[in-house]
């Protein structure tokens, strides 16, 4: 159980206008799982991911990273926030050095790691993400192209070697090619091992990667549950303004007209189901 | 009503530095008047620079961009240029500039010297287009993503422009705001037959053009209906572009032996498909 939120709750003081409360949220996060958070823009997703890592603290409540609550006063604060790794929306923006590799060995160097260890460090993480270490590490960070500067920038916390990974909106921005990069990064990732939450609006990006899905709105957990569960509650998505994908759209359109189709997630599983279908004449469809 | 060319490039390069690789190559395009272009290429492609070659904020290093007639390379219409092919881009937030909307959507009048008197009723009349008149005293920084896009574009309506180019005037948005910044827009085109030239990584967007174009490596490599363009799923990945999620499962049916017809867009299409293929399949 890398992390479990007790009963979190946050509220401003000086911007209520600006930033979301949070309200009594309670929330595991699987060992190994890839947990998509969605909800409408101001629903308080941005604001949670803060706490994952300790960037917010609760009004009240707890954030445990494995069993150890990352709020404690002490040595072993510092520690615990090191295996949360965030990468904020936008992440290029945050880009400031004046090569990709002092860029990325930024995080280690200010964890403590002796020089190669920073070197060894920033040479895996730019493989997990895949850039060239001996053609990329001199170049600015500037002159490369938006995707490879994300790339970068998820370089710099990959680093770090978190366990779990939070990413807010990590394809906002991007052309279709470099998205598909970047999802083919993150779902790596997480075969390899790492706990991704990841903050998306882009419901077909959500469908093709979560293991779970979690829904908030205004500052509360709403809905939990596996992707097809969630995307099944159509109604209460759109009574949120969200949106579902295409293929579960698509599903219902086809029950309301009197077609026994059932919900499914991947693109190949729909094609399958659809197909019998229509070769079945209608008839029982799974 | 004549379908005369409105934006016309002709034989159109563009070099960023001498000795660079062309981001334009040779491009040559008729936009007719009225018509909604969507124009979609990777990161690269050369579709923003295209867009700012579009209202004279590049000059072509060769061949030629008429707006109207006007020569973008004729130092003296080049406001009247501006004025007539106005431009949105991506983020919101370098796009306004006062303390409040009404102000905001003023700026630009001032500038290019219309009378004071003229201002409010233009100014009125911007906003109500954009379905932005509640929000008139309003500071824009507190407005969502797809209202600042929607003063922006007020801003520029104000200025009673003919033709309007938008550069990934959605990429930062949200999808409420990308549905109301492109129904906005469309509204617009359908109804004031402003021209559009619609820049997008989105091709559900695409979708909603009369004409879509993919750029390659500066030069235009598709042109067509959206239903010819997104047929062609092989081409287009090609391309390195996606093709919307319906026109992906007609693909992966027709993979099925299902002889479902290609130009598939949308869940709509694809339930009238169903309908056709498989009567028997649906009581409604």
Known sequence: MPIVLEQL???????????????????????????????????????????????????????????????????RRRALRFRVGLVFQYPEHQLFEETVFKDIAFGPKNMGLTGQQVDQRVREAMARVGLDFEEMKDRSPFELSG??????????????????????????????????FLLGDIKRLNQEGTTVVMISHAMDDVARLATRVAVLEKGRLVMQGSTLEVFSQQERLAAMGLDIPDGFKLARR???????????????????????????GGGDAA | MTQSPHLTLSELSYYYEPGAPAA?????????????????????????????????????????VTVSGMDTRDDARIWDIR??????????????????????????????????????????RALEMTGMSQFKQHAPHLLSGGQKQRVAIAGILAMQPEALILDEATAMLDPQGRREVLDTVLRLNREQGITVVWITHFMEEAARAQRVLVMDHGRIAMDGTPGEIFSQVDRLRELRLDVPPMTRLAHLLQERGIPISSGVLTVDDMVEEVKRLCPSCLSS
């Open chain 2, 83 to 124: 004025r007539t092919a106005g431009m949105v881009f991506q983020n919101p937030d370098n796009q306004l500039v006062a303390t409040q909307v009404y102000d905001d959507v003023a700026f630009g009048l001032e500038n290019i010297g219309i009378p004071p008197e003229e201002m409010p009723a233009r100014i009125d």
């Open chain 1, 9 to 75: 709750s946050h509220h401003y003081r000086s911007c209520p206008r600006v930033s979301v409360a949070l309200e009594d949220i309670s929330l595991t996060i699987h060992d190994g799982e890839l947990l998509a958070l969605i909800g409408h823009t101001g629903s308080g997703k941005s604001t949670l991911a803060q706490h994952l890592n300790g960037l917010l603290e609760p009004t009240s409540g707890r954030v445990l990273v494995d069993g150890e609550d990352i709020n404690q006063k002490g040595a």
């Open chain 1, 254 to 280: 086809l029950r309301q007209a009197g077609l026994n189709m059932a919900d499914h997630v991947h693109p190949e599983e729909i094609a399958d189901a659809l197909a019998a279908a229509i070769r079945g």
């Open chain 2, 24 to 64: 334009l190559d040779r491009v040559s395009l008729q936009i007719p008047r009225g018509q909604f272009l969507a124009v979609l290429g990777h990161n690269g492609s050369g579709k923003s620079t295209l867009a700012k070659l579009l209202n004279g904020l590049f000059l072509p290093t060769q061949g030629s």
């Open chain 1, 147 to 180: 995707g490879q500067m994300r790339r970068v920038a998820l370089a710099g916390v990959l680093a770090m070697q978190p366990r779990v990974l939070v990413l807010d909106e990590p394809t906002a921005g991007l052309d279709p090619r470099a998205r598909d």
